[in-house]
């Protein structure tokens, strides 16, 4: 076993994290205060050659494997959870089902643009109706003559006020008495496609969550994505590798709660000492420390389980879990340890508690990765 980043691995996780202290915190707060979404770090991440990472160059990807994409997503996150979101969406739910199951056209013509940077990555599956229960699935694509015709609506989607194309799920028929689940492409100024974003969010203020309308929405058959029927079994893959971006952001936004529980323990005094010398508040550090290392090994293996094409869905669904929920207590933690500043916005902690909690909930539930990793593991 080698627990080495490899140099270009090592190369990736020193630009992005000068990148991070330089470009993404300083701006942080002031994103979250105003919910302004933010543009210009993802032109200057499209310059590094970061929007494409883990997709062939000859798509104008940078042919990188996905430990490098945990890599930027953890480093991000560490810096602004909203940027962080941003980037993982983009790259695993916006890139990667077009690269797993697109033609060579559609990657060329969908593919290259989110690689590029000139349309941010998006995926609509989440309904009204249809949550945890994306079998609920109530959109509808009915074809007529060589076109589908698509009406229904998606709600907590990601980036898609800045996306000019999108995979959707939606019902194209019944098999059996089962609905026949497919995933299209849809152009996002297409006739009827309507995106609002307006959600009053508890965290994650600077990115980008809008529903989807769409009122007789028509796209060629050829927009159809992989097989048709498949798109339920599509999504299940494409949130396999959705659930490694998110415990690296969960890592990522943890780190970020950690250091600043670290700085602070070491400059506040309290009884003529830093309240670092307590030993109430060296254990609650020391777990926060093991807990972000333990978080961290279980999103590299299970990245690295999938760059070897293995078998990767337990440790997906583990690490989102154990992440996910690791986080929640560690930005607890981090507000417990600043005490009454905890709770002030200026000290950055409590806006990490709110970015953390909505990483127990997308891409599967706690409860649904429970029930995954149990079906998995042979229940």
Aim: glycine share 12%; charged share 25%.
């Amino acid at each position: 076993m080698n627990f080495d980043l490899t140099s270009e691995q090592q190369m990736i996780k020193h630009m992005i994290k000068q990148f991070v202290d330089e470009e993404v915190a300083p701006g942080a707060l002031e994103r979250d205060r105003t919910k302004q979404f933010p543009v210009e770090i993802f032109k200057k991440l499209s310059s590094l050659g970061m929007m494409g990472l883990p997709f062939p160059e000859k798509y104008g990807g940078g042919g990188a494997d996905t430990i490098s994409f945990a890599i930027v997503v953890e480093e991000l996150s560490r810096g602004c959870g909203s940027t962080g979101i941003t980037y993982s969406a983009h790259i695993s739910l916006g890139g990667a089902p077009i690269h797993l199951f697109g033609t060579e056209e559609q990657k060329r013509n969908y593919l290259i643009p989110i690689c590029k940077g000139e349309s941010l990555g998006a995926f609509g599956l989440t309904e009204p109706n249809a949550g945890s229960d994306a079998g609920g699935t109530r959109t509808s694509a009915k074809e007529e003559n060589g076109e589908f015709i698509i009406n229904g609506n998606k709600c907590f989607i990601t980036n898609a006020s800045y996306a000019h194309h999108l995979a959707l799920t939606a019902v194209t028929g019944e098999k059996n008495g089962q609905k026949e689940i497919s995933a299209i492409i849809v152009p996002t100024n297409a006739e009827g496609f309507t995106i609002m974003d307006n959600y009053e969010k508890m965290g994650l203020n600077a990115s980008n969550t809008t529903e989807l309308v769409l009122e007789n929405v028509k796209v060629s058959v050829d927009n159809l994505l992989g097989k048709r029927g498949e798109g339920f079994r599509q999504f299940l893959i494409t949130l396999d590798g959705g659930r490694i971006g998110i415990g690296a952001m969960a890592v990522g936004i943890a780190q970020g709660a950690y250091e600043k529980a670290l700085a602070y323990a070491k400059e506040r005094k309290q009884f003529g000492k830093s309240i670092s010398s307590f030993q109430a508040i060296q254990f609650k550090l020391a777990d926060m420390a093991m807990k972000i290392e333990l978080a961290r090994n279980m999103v590299y293996k299970a990245a690295w389980l999938k760059d070897q094409g293995r078998l990767f869905s337990k440790e997906a669904a583990m690490c989102k879990l154990y992440a996910s929920e690791m986080c929640m207590e560690v930005t607890d933690q981090a507000v417990q340890i600043h005490g009454g500043y905890g709770y002030m916005k200026e000290y950055q902690v409590e806006r990490m508690m709110r970015d953390a909690k909505l990483l127990e909930i997308g891409e599967g539930t706690s409860e649904v990765q429970r029930m995954v990793i149990s079906r998995l593991i042979g229940c």
